[in-house]
């Protein structure tokens, strides 16, 4: 009986080594094929990750395209407004000049309503002259330049503003 005691025991014992084989060559082909699965998954979200880098490039140089250009649009816009603006300056100047060394007259239409009848017609036009209305006066030199200057700084406004409209046109039609 002792005998059959060791035999069982031998054949037990060969059975479980079997059995822990069969377990440890099942959990390695198991983990591997849970580490392929793994490793296909980990390449296919690094391809995703990679894509979704390329595009957001893509899309920052797109955006970057589009700054330089309104850059370049202002800094040209820009000299072209103060190069507009410089010229009304310096025409203002020489009106101012001329008007300062009397070589330019001022002067303004004088009301004259006087009619000689009952049709509203205005009175005769001076010898030479296509202005109906004989009544003209000059402008004293500094009223005239006092005037010049108040229309410069108008002038002035005036294309500042068109600078401004075009700026905020391009800005909005941009995004």
Do not use: F, P
């Not at 591997?32 to 296909?40: M, S, W």
């Not at 000299?79 to 010229?87: E, I, K, M, P």
């Not at 108040?150 to 046109?169: E, M, S, V, W």
């Amino acid at each position: 009986m002792k005998i059959d005691a060791v035999k069982w025991g031998e054949v037990l014992l060969i059975i479980l080594a079997l059995m822990a084989g069969s377990a440890w060559a099942a959990w390695t082909w198991q983990a591997n094929a849970y580490g392929q699965q793994l490793a296909a998954k980990e390449a296919t979200h690094q391809t995703a990750l990679t894509h979704l880098a390329n595009a957001n490039s893509a899309q920052i140089l797109a955006e970057q395209g589009k700054r330089l250009a309104l850059e370049q649009w202002l800094a040209a816009s820009d000299q072209s407004y103060y190069r507009a603006l410089t010229d009304e300056k310096t025409k203002q100047a020489r009106l101012r000049d001329r008007l300062a060394t009397a070589d330019l007259r001022l002067s303004v239409q004088l009301d004259a309503t006087t009619t000689t009848g009952c049709d509203a017609v205005q009175t005769t036009t001076r010898t030479g002259s296509v202005v109906h209305g004989a009544h003209r006066a000059q402008l004293d030199r500094a009223h005239a330049q006092r005037i010049i200057g108040i229309t410069g700084d108008g002038d002035q406004g005036l294309i500042a503003l068109q600078a401004c409209q075009a700026y905020a046109k391009e800005v909005s039609d941009t995004k």
